[in-house]
């Protein structure tokens, strides 16, 4: 019986995900070891830059199901396109397999712009199917921005 992907289809609003690897059952909880962002528009929909004299100032947070803030990574300043991929790489557990967000935005002393933002649910990508180890990577495509979540798996009790 030939596995199925374990992330084949578009989310709610129309971003494509993809594995890097198929997942197991199992009580699992996802540690992110890197957030990557691969790739990322350099001007905003109404085509203006993120910053007016330097690249935009990205960070990412993850909210939980809940709507809590899970996760805010610090600041990489003045990013150019030379730069990318361009590693966010602080480790942090998500404890709860329900829905999360990750949005990915450009710091600015007014406020903070939101770049792009993803679904995800750690549930779904430890408990996708039988016979294989849970993914190492997970890709997420949406628009012009595609970031991958860099994962180590640690056992429930």
Partial sequence: MPRKPLLREASVDGSVLT???YAVPGSMRAVVTEVEVRSVPF???E?????LFSGPDLFCEVYGPSGNLVHAT???SDVRPSDLPLTLDETFS???PGPHILRLLDADIGGSEIINRVAFEPGRLADSGPGAGP???VQFEEGDTK?????SWKQLP
Avoid: H
Wanted: glycine share 0%.
């Fill in 94 to 96: 998500l404890t709860d």
């Fill in 74 to 76: 610090k600041v990489v």
């Fill in 43 to 45: 001007t905003t929909d």
């Fill in 135 to 137: 993914p190492r990577c």
């Fill in 147 to 151: 970031l991958q979540l860099n994962l």
């Fill in 19 to 21: 594995s890097c690897l």
């Fill in 47 to 51: 085509n203006e830059r993120w910053d």
